[in-house]
């Protein structure tokens, strides 16, 4: 049997796995030993990755709409037909009333050949990818406080750190890999802490564990702040020499102290000031951060604030410290890196400096747009109001987006809807023509993982007769665009971007082919790359320390919607679960594992369920001011009396519950938190 390696499809890890492949099929998955992120183990998603490249629920067959129905048609008949359709609305309406929605499942090169269709095939900086849900407010505030919208620092580096503070982040269940590294670090010396509103796996696994109520986030952000200040704590020296806005910030965090905090939130003040004395005091401390922080109205300034603590105490610039978001998606970071943002060409350049655009108008031959776009928010409230009237969508935009029933009125209302995804979802079943992907066993190109890693994906296996790989269709629909896309192989794609993008400069295929990949920043070809960032300060400019205001997020509850809910992850069903739910290994584990819960589950305080007469696997129904969702309840020490966990694969019946409002520098909806009342059903 043939091992051929490549990296995990999942989570932004970026685990090295060797895909086993026998007479021309994928057969299963082995872990590769010597692979700097994974060492040898894998988590049950990876251990199955190879049934997504082998499931039968994927679509194969493109289609072209005649009328009310969907027909099969052949490749190279459904790409022209698209490209017919993309251009008429072009050539009509202007590149404005067109939008590009890309993937963070794409490799690198599609995802570039995305940002490339969208300004120089369809004229328009209408351009964001479905990651935007949960990478958009790390982005904004990140590059705001220190440069760059990405992990500062590397997974490898957990070793290294005596403080390892996680919040936001069901990491077991999210990030298992990562997770089983700051276990292990916790076991050998370092000082585990963690703050969510629920106990989870690591949670239990922590030195200290602070409980918030959910929602106030802010609140104990600042407080840590503000007892790093008062105890001087602080690192005076790298903070006067590094940090501007240092008084706006003080007089903010001022405002917090662990008593008010301990009101606000629901943390003890004792343990506050522990928590914000071990962070401090430690010679290297690392934050890692997710979802749990990054889909609230209020993500932005989470953010920021942990910006701030990294700041303040100098954690950053070293190995084993800085902020480190935990991208959801494979390829998360790498869909912003290639430019899939309504702002900003590949590698950050902003559309709107006229040097940086004159070298892409040259590289691709067309007139860019100057014109800032609109994101994924935006792109869809255009679409509601008839502006935008013909979209690309690569992916199930229904799975990830706050409103649902929204959005599929939305797409009624566009002349042209392209699709392009494995499998078919409510927005193929819209669509004009269908365009079917390959899964990324059938791939070659790059994922870019969430401590800016930039690794190999290799093909395994063929795609089928009458298949093409994603980057062929794109090629195809930007040449129907008129633009030039001759490209030979997806490493004359990195050599392009390579050529266009200061940070990825020194990538290419040669020197991908060893283990490991390479870091950007990696400016030119004998750059090693980086594994942790702003060693040499902050380039040109200093970081910024923010003055933040305190706001709870999420709807508040009343007396006919007495709980908050909020919404998390499942080991089993990455994600939304666009690709675990086919993998039918999956399905069975979860059942496996849930017997009691097989509608999925609803976690709820044993207190809160014994006053309302509901046991252990019951099903009841949770009713917000939006719709309602039967589930099984789970009855649980773990969450806070007045809060309600579900679990994010439920993400379809999920969206009719969350709450309106967003976080508008980072257009990130309300997710996580909305006011429901438990019935029992
Ligand atoms: Fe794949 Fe993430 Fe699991 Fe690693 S931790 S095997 S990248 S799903």
């Not at 570039?112 to 328009?124: E, M």
């Not at 200040?229 to 940090?243: I, K």
């Not at 105490?313 to 869909?335: D, F, K, M, W, Y």
């Not at 990455?574 to 993998?583: A, D, G, I, L, Q």
Request: hydrophobic fraction near 40%.
């Amino acid at each position: 049997m043939d091992q051929i390696a490549t990296v995990c499809t999942y989570c932004g890890c970026g685990c090295g796995l060797l895909m086993e492949v026998q007479d021309g099929s994928v057969v299963g998955v082995a872990p590769r030993r010597e692979h700097p992120i994974s060492r040898g183990k894998l988590c049950l998603r990876g251990w199955n990755a190879h049934e997504i490249a082998i499931s039968p629920e994927r679509m194969r067959t493109p289609l072209v709409r005649k009328g009310e129905h969907l027909r099969p048609a052949a490749w190279e008949e459904a790409v022209d037909e698209a490209a017919r359709r993309l251009r008429e609305v072009r050539d009509r309406f202007g590149g404005q009333a067109l939008g590009v929605i890309g993937s963070a499942r794409f490799t690198n090169e599609e995802d570039y050949l995305l940002t490339k269709l969208a300004r120089a095939g369809l004229g328009t900086n209408n351009v964001d990818h479905g990651a935007h849900f949960s990478s958009s407010a790390s982005l904004k505030a990140l590059q705001k406080a220190l440069g760059w919208g990405a992990m500062t620092n590397s997974f490898s580096e957990i070793e290294e750190a005596e403080v390892i503070l996680v919040a936001g982040s069901d990491t077991a269940e999210q990030h298992p890999n990562v997770a089983g590294r700051i276990m292990a670090a916790a076991r050998n010396g370092a000082t585990l802490i963690v703050i969510d509103p629920r106990r989870h796996q690591l949670a239990r696994a922590a030195h200290q564990f602070l409980q918030p109520f959910p929602g106030t986030d802010l609140a104990w952000i600042l407080g840590l702040a503000n007892v790093i200040m008062s105890e001087g704590l602080l690192d005076l020296a790298f903070a006067v020499s590094n940090c501007e806005n240092s008084e706006a910030f003080a007089e903010k965090a001022n405002g917090f102290p662990p008593e008010r905090v301990e009101e606000l939130t629901g943390i003890p003040a004792d343990a506050l000031c522990s928590a914000a004395r071990t962070y401090a005091r430690a010679h290297k401390a690392m934050i890692f951060y997710s979802t749990g922080l990054t889909q609230h109205a209020t993500a932005t300034s989470n953010i920021l604030g942990l910006a701030n603590l990294a700041l303040i105490t100098g954690h950053i610039g070293r190995p084993g410290c800085g902020v480190n978001p935990l991208a959801e998606h494979n390829n998360s970071q790498g869909a912003c890196d290639m430019g899939l943002l309504p702002d900003m060409l590949t590698g950050y350049q902003p559309v709107a400096d006229r040097d940086v655009r004159a070298r892409f108008e040259k590289a691709w031959g067309v007139k860019l747009p100057v014109a800032e776009g609109l994101g994924m928010f935006d792109i869809m409230s255009a679409i509601d109001a008839g502006r935008v009237k013909g979209l690309v969508v690569v992916g199930n935009p229904f799975l990830s987006n706050p409103d649902a029933h929204h959005l599929k009125e939305a797409l009624d209302k566009l002349e042209v809807l392209v699709t392009l995804d494995m499998f078919g979802s409510e927005a193929t079943e819209k669509a004009d023509v269908v365009l079917p992907g390959v899964p990324f066993a059938m791939k070659d190109g790059t994922f870019t993982n969430a401590e800016r890693r930039v690794q190999r994906v290799r093909k395994c296996v063929e795609p089928a007769q009458g298949e093409r790989p994603d980057w062929q269709t794109l090629c195809r629909l930007l040449e129907g665009l008129g633009v030039r896309a001759d490209y030979g192989s997806p490493a004359q794609v990195m050599t392009e971007i390579a050529s266009l993008t200061p940070i990825y400069g020194g990538v290419s295929y040669e020197r991908l082919e060893s283990d490991g990949g390479l870091q950007w920043p990696c400016p030119d070809p004998s750059h090693p790359g980086t594994p942790y960032l702003y060693s040499d300060g902050f380039a040109d400019r200093r970081a910024c320390l923010s003055a933040i205001d305190y706001i709870a997020s999420g709807e508040t509850p009343d007396p006919d919607f007495p709980f908050l809910m909020s919404i998390g992850r499942s080991q089993f069903y990455w994600n939304t679960s666009p690709m675990t739910r086919y993998v039918s290994t999956l399905r069975r584990e979860y059942s496996a594992v849930f017997l009691d819960y097989p509608k999925g589950f609803a976690e709820i305080n044993q207190d809160d369920a014994k006053a309302l007469g509901v046991r252990d696997g019951a099903v009841v129904k949770l009713v917000s001011r939006r719709g309602e969702l039967e589930l099984n309840a789970m009855v649980s020490p773990d969450v806070r009396p007045g809060a309600v966990f579900v679990p994010f694969f439920l993400r379809e019946q999920a969206g009719f519950l969350t709450a309106p409002g967003f976080d508008p520098e980072a257009k990130m909806p309300t997710f996580r938190l909305c006011a429901v009342r438990i019935e029992r059903a």
